[in-house]
T-cell receptor, first 110, second 113 residues
Framework: SQQGEEDPQALSIQEGENATMNCSYK?????LQWYRQNSGRGLVHLIL?????REKHSGRLRVTLDTSKKSSSLLITASRAADTASYFC??????????FGAGTTVTVRA | EPEVTQTPSHQVTQMGQEVILRCVPI?????FYWYRQILGQKVEFLVS????????KSEIFDDQFSVERPDGSNFTLKIRSTKLEDSAMYFC???????????FGPGTRLTVT
């Protein structure tokens, strides 16, 4: 499969804690993107990291990319109840098509 | 902020019936997509569309599926003869030329009975 795989499948943390989830992929990437999906809703783009980048920040999000290991991680710092959602990594290709991983469901407890 | 819209939000249909799912992508976007998500599973690519033709389609997108951009704003997905296994959330997405980030609509939940 060319699609990413995330771990863990589910994560439950206390508000204020950090949440880390990982994504692995099997084929070369153009970019690696992360999306969030609230229950029953559409996907929202969070952050994109290019294949020649190693780390990227956006607000409370930090993404790393290790192309030698074909893996990426998403860190959410100081989590809030509103961060409760499913998070998906997606590999894109030159034709823009996205190939999604299975996702990590994050529950932030108040 | 502009957004992708989809109608209807929920469609219930009987097996064998035709359905048309509608999307209005963001107006200055040039690339359009349909994805589906079966309950509890990953989001799967169905088809991409650019310059009034299909750019790529997945194995899922068989002869029962078709897409159309009938005017300057709408982008539709038609399933000719629905099957039980077509029950899923269908998401439309779009992006600008040169930008890889895609903007997704809220989805249409299709239930085939």
């Amino acid at each position: 499969s060319q699609q990413g795989e995330e771990d863990p499948q589910a994560l439950s943390i206390q508000e204020g804690e950090n949440a880390t989830m990982n994504c692995s992929y099997k084929t070369s990437i153009n970019n690696l993107q992360w999306y969030r999906q609230n229950s029953g809703r559409g996907l929202v783009h969070l952050i994109l990291i290019r294949s020649n980048e190693r780390e990227k920040h956006s607000g409370r999000l930090r993404v790393t990319l290790d192309t030698s290991k074909k893996s990426s991680s998403l860190l959410i710092t100081a989590s809030r109840a509103a961060d409760t959602a499913s998070y998906f990594c997606a590999r894109d290709s030159n034709d823009y098509k996205l190939s999604f991983g299975a996702g990590t469901t994050v529950t932030v407890r108040a | 902020e502009p957004e992708v819209t989809q109608t209807p939000s929920h469609q219930v249909t009987q097996m064998g019936q035709e359905v048309i799912l509608r999307c209005v992508p963001i107006s200055n976007h040039l690339y359009f997509y349909w994805y589906r998500q079966i309950l509890g599973q990953k989001v799967e690519f169905l088809v991409s569309f650019y310059n009034n033709e299909i750019s790529e389609k997945s194995e899922i997108f068989d002869d029962q599926f078709s897409v159309e951009r009938p005017d300057g704003s709408n982008f539709t997905l038609k399933i000719r003869s629905t099957k039980l296994e077509d029950s899923a959330m269908y998401f439309c997405a779009s992006n600008r030329d040169g930008a890889y980030e895609q903007y997704f609509g809220p989805g249409t939940r299709l239930t085939v009975t």
